[in-house]
Structure formats: C-alpha cells, structure tokens
C-alpha cells in the first residue's frame, strides 16, 4: 500500500458536542470534507443525540 503523504490525520477529545462540532467545523473551513474523518462516541452520548431518523 501506499501512503499520500499529503493526506494528515486529526485526532481530538472533547467535552461536549458544541466543541466537537466546532472542531469539524474548523477542519472544513481548511478544506476537509466531511467523509474525511470518523467520530466515535459512547453509547449513551448516541442514545441521547441521535435518533434512528438522524440528530435531535
């Protein structure tokens, strides 16, 4: 495999969705897309954010 080396990863933990949506807004404002990066949350943050039709 190889690897482009012009393609960087961004790595963050945040304290609540306010900051975690401000940090993906900040990346897109840099030119990311959003299926450039993956979120990983707990179980009990899906539960009480999302629904199975989307966000609340």
Same mark, same amino acid.
């Given at each position: 495999?190889?690897?482009?080396? *012009?393609? !960087?990863? =961004?790595?963050?933990? =945040?304290?609540?969705? $306010?900051?975690?949506? !401000?940090?993906?807004?900040?990346? *897109?404002?840099?030119?990311? $897309?959003?299926? $450039? ?5 707990? $179980?009990?943050?899906?539960? !009480?954010? =999302?629904? *199975?039709?989307?966000?609340?």
């Amino acid at each position: 495999m190889t690897m482009d080396s *012009s393609r !960087r990863m =961004f790595i963050g933990a =945040f304290p609540d969705r $306010d900051s975690a949506e !401000r940090a993906l807004s900040h990346q *897109s404002a840099h030119g990311h $897309d959003k299926d $450039d990066g993956n979120v990983v949350i707990s $179980d009990e943050t899906r539960k !009480r954010y =999302f629904t *199975s039709e989307g966000t609340l």
